[in-house]
């Protein structure tokens, strides 16, 4: 334990690990969060990696970071700036300058901040810290890459291998400022580098020999601890957003009983999606990865022709590739979950930059009437639930769903209770055999429930219900190719109603804040804990404001239109420019209280930002 005599109580902090591609910032960051979350914190991260694969060694395109926020309650979001700075370089200084707080803590590797270096970085003085004008924080320079090189010297690495570990380092000293046990963070690296011993013990040695330098030579006046949350009883980690919707997908097939099927192509930032469930073959899962887009969406609706539950995962330019085959899971009525991990556009855009820019491509991106259904997750443990109630609603109203999420809550992370499925629903897919009692003599490949207008699942196999389903339109109740107009008007108004009638089996649209207020915040997607904040924020400020976040897209909830023309102005608040309050204008005809305030930054929103506009246009006449 640290010797220091003061350690300073605080609610909440905020850290950002930043350098080159190659020095680790993003295990550094991620052994720190998940110890934090192990410890009893609430978490939330922001992994911000550089578009280019690897750019120019100590070049500012080449930064890339990582940031969390830790606190014992109340942690929305990652946080606009930060507490304390790992700087491994001085083009991580730069980019990050305008992120550090009044007096932030910028621990920063003096062996890297020579003239080279700055030179590299494009300073145009040898005082990097005055040229920034950073006189409001507290510069601690250590040696971290000699230091780093004196720790490990002996331990039969060469020299590229002990400049690798001087990440650990700079987390050793962090653990010690923020009273981090080492024993968590050791069982950590175990982990992670279990088939090369070596690796273990030199990272575990050069965080100890941090946490040991800090606490030696007390590097600041004072240490810092943040109690553990009250939480429930129960099993802690921390999850990021691919992960927990992989385990959602997992979760949901093994509720229905059918196998879990992924189809899907490499693309950033949805990869890790592919990848998690690749290794979970102990759940019977089966992830292939095929050779382009349009085979993972096909491969998936011949899944789901099969019986299983069928995914694929992508982000916003494999979903313009998808969209043909999504138009035939509509038209087949299949159930299909395609999960969007969107990142900024168009094109290939910035791909490890965030955005909420494929709401219209979701809509309305496949031609011909297409009608589905869109959820949207607010959170990286949110991810988990919109994923099993995307696959839920998918099996039991037999149609594709498409499932946002964004690059900010899918690499982000948050400390998560392993749930208890047996507080889940069951999912009840509308098998043709249980309806009919194996009668086939009364069926029809497009008889369809009164109530929900789902039409039965004829699994193939299933004895005497044999029937073709297909892209060319079919009759009715025949299932044979019809061309009769008045059959395809009919066929494309039961499908367009039967996803508005999925909206008698979703929750009212819940609202938070002033019952009372002349203004309501609207959100959708990951943006939402940064929008409560906001709320919060104003709350504090004196004034009344209400706040409700979508997670159902299409269908809206039954109550939408109640909620909105309750309020005087309504702020529609998208990292878009303006694609949902289009959608809502669309939908209502007769509000005329929306304000829009819309960033297309591939950043993620600022609250301080969001406090100070929102508050003039809530003064505004």
């Not at 929305?76 to 001085?90: E, R």
């Not at 086939?440 to 005497?464: I, M, S």
Request: hydrophobic content about 40%.
């Amino acid at each position: 334990m640290p010797t220091n005599s003061v350690i300073t109580d605080i609610q909440q902090v905020t850290i950002r690990f930043s350098g080159d591609s190659g020095d680790g910032m993003q295990l550094s960051g991620t052994l720190f969060s998940t110890l934090s979350a192990i410890f009893g914190n609430e978490i939330a991260t922001f992994p911000d990696f550089p578009a280019e694969i690897r750019a120019p060694q100590g070049s500012l395109q080449g930064v890339s970071g990582f940031q969390v926020r830790i606190g014992a309650k109340d942690v929305f979001n990652s946080g606009d700036k930060t507490d304390v700075l790992v700087a491994m370089n001085p083009a991580a200084l730069k980019v990050n300058a305008q992120y550090l707080k009044r007096g932030s803590i910028v621990l920063y590797d003096t062996d890297s901040f020579q003239k080279k270096d700055l030179d590299k970085a494009l300073y145009t003085t040898q005082d990097p810290f005055s040229e920034l004008k950073l006189e409001h924080v507290q510069p601690v320079g250590v040696a971290i890459t000699s230091l780093t090189k004196a720790s490990l010297e002996g331990s039969g690495l060469d020299n590229k291998d002990m400049l690798r570990c001087k990440n650990m380092f700079a987390l050793g000293i962090v653990c010690w400022l923020f009273n981090r046990p080492l024993e968590i963070a050791d069982q950590l690296l175990q982990q992670k580098f279990a088939k090369k011993p070596l690796l273990v013990q030199a990272n575990i040695k050069a965080m100890s020999d941090g946490y040991n330098y800090g606490n030696n030579i007390h590097l600041t006046a004072s240490t810092y601890r943040i109690e553990p949350i009250e939480g429930t009883k129960g099993f802690y980690t921390d999850v990021n957003g691919n992960t927990a919707t992989a385990y959602g997908l997992i979760a949901a097939a093994e509720k229905a009983g059918v196998q879990l099927f992924l189809g899907s192509y490499p693309i950033t930032p949805a990869t890790d999606i592919l990848q998690e469930l690749a290794k979970r073959k102990d759940f019977g899962v089966k992830a292939l990865q095929m050779e382009d887009e349009i085979a993972g969406i096909t491969s998936s609706i011949g899944a789901s022709f099969a019986g299983c539950l069928a995914a694929t995962s992508t982000s916003g330019p494999g979903l313009a590739l998808k969209s043909e085959a999504l138009g035939l899971a509509v038209m087949a009525e299949l159930p299909l979950v395609v999960i969007d991990v969107q990142r900024s556009g168009p094109s290939t855009g910035m791909p490890t930059k965030s955005e909420q820019t494929d709401l219209n491509q979701a809509l309305y991106g496949r031609n011909g009437e297409s009608p589905l259904v869109v959820l949207a997750a607010a959170s990286p443990t949110d991810c988990f639930e919109s994923a099993f109630e995307a696959s839920k609603i998918a099996l039991e109203h037999m149609t594709p769903v498409i499932l946002l999420t964004d690059g900010y809550i899918a690499n982000g992370s948050s400390a998560w209770k392993i749930p208890n499925m047996e507080e889940y629903p069951a999912i009840k897919p509308p098998y043709v055999d249980k309806y009919y009692k194996g009668d086939a003599t009364k069926w029809r490949p497009f008889v369809r429930d009164e109530e929900t207008l789902v039409r039965y699942w004829g699994v193939p196999g299933t004895t005497g219900f044999m029937h073709r389903i297909g892209g060319l339109e079919k009759d009715k109740l025949t299932g044979i190719i019809s061309s009769n107009p008045e059959n395809h008007q009919y066929m494309v108004d039961t499908r367009r109603n039967k996803i508005e009638k999925i909206a008698d089996f979703i929750p009212e649209q819940k609202v938070v804040g002033d019952t009372n207020a002349d203004t309501l915040i609207v959100g959708w997607g990951g943006t939402y804990g940064h929008l409560l904040e906001a709320m919060i924020r104003i709350q504090a400020t004196g004034k009344k404001v209400a706040f409700t976040h979508f997670r159902h897209i299409s269908p809206l909830p039954k109550n939408t239109h109640n909620i909105l023309v309750k309020y005087k102005k309504v702020i529609v608040a998208e990292q878009n420019e303006g694609q949902f309050a289009a959608y809502l204008n669309g939908k209502f005809g007769d509000l005329n209280n929306i304000r829009q305030f819309n960033r297309v930054e591939g950043q993620p929103f600022k609250v301080s930002e969001l406090v100070e506009e929102f508050t003039k246009m809530m003064e505004a006449e």
